[in-house]
């Protein structure tokens, strides 16, 4: 996964701090932005923990430096979590974050939303968390060892503490980059056992399995025929489609359509 949560792009944001790009045309600066303005490591973490605090990015987010931007008025926080690197964007009076700078020469068509044909998808084959007769069906592709699938795997038990409307259909789909994920997947596929599915998404060992590897064939092949390359993949029943990590309240406010 390659985004920190922060999913809304500000755009109106950008326009008056980018009228200031030009050094010279900040009030009182002298031509060196660190001079007037400051910022530090501690600072940045402040930011973070307050983000984390309000589940828009994981736990294991850490901030690995500040910089100024490539856009006047602006730093840049680099940030890295579950194996990935990111960076958010605050500007000069630590009042405003912004999740993303876009060059106006990359200005590109946006593509339509992915949607996907929820009937179409083998339910009776996935790994059922929640009641099976919940009036809300949520499908997930997710992996056992990615650490975002991980977090979400907690909050999806934390929304059915809550709910029992809904019920998540796992499909368990291993990534190439997580070698050892295969076989787990396989293990839990031959049994579909809760115990089996829990002790895989908190890193515990799993026996051998005790069948084939059709079942996880299937799933690579249903991913890759749904163009699903990266976990969590949330699919929604009216085939509104959400990628990443997200903290039990605002996923059960966007299982609702809020």
Not at 153 to 160: A, G
Not at 203 to 222: D, I, R, T, W, Y
């Amino acid at each position: 996964m390659n985004k920190f949560g922060l999913v809304v792009i500000s755009i109106l944001l950008l326009f008056p701090l980018l009228a200031k790009a030009s050094v010279s045309d900040h009030p009182g600066c002298s031509g060196n932005c660190m001079e007037c303005h400051k910022i530090d490591k501690k600072d940045a973490e402040a930011v973070i923990k307050k983000l984390k605090e309000a589940g828009s990015v994981p736990p294991d987010v850490e901030v690995l430096d500040v910089k100024l931007a490539p856009a006047g008025g602006l730093w840049q926080i680099d940030l890295q979590g579950g194996g990935n690197k990111g960076m958010l964007y605050m500007d000069f009076s630590k009042k405003f974050l912004i999740p993303q700078i876009i060059p106006v020469d990359a200005i590109k068509k946006s593509e339509p939303q992915k949607n996907i044909d929820f009937s179409k998808l083998p339910l009776k084959d996935a790994v059922v968390l929640g009641p099976k007769n919940a009036k809300k069906k949520v499908a997930v592709f997710t992996d056992p060892d990615c650490p975002y699938c991980r977090r979400l795997h907690e909050e999806m038990k934390i929304v059915l503490t809550k709910r029992s409307d809904v019920a998540f259909y796992l499909f368990l789909f291993p990534l190439d980059m997580h070698k050892d994920s295969y076989k787990k997947v396989q293990a839990v596929l031959c049994e579909k056992s809760q115990t089996l599915l829990d002790d895989a998404f908190t890193g515990k060992s799993v026996a051998e399995p005790k069948c084939s590897n059709e079942h996880v064939e299937q799933n690579k092949a249903l991913a890759k025929q749904l163009e699903i390359n990266g976990t969590p993949t949330v699919i929604r029943e009216d085939g509104v489609v959400l990628g990443g990590f997200r903290a039990a309240d605002p996923l059960s406010a966007w299982i609702d359509g809020k």
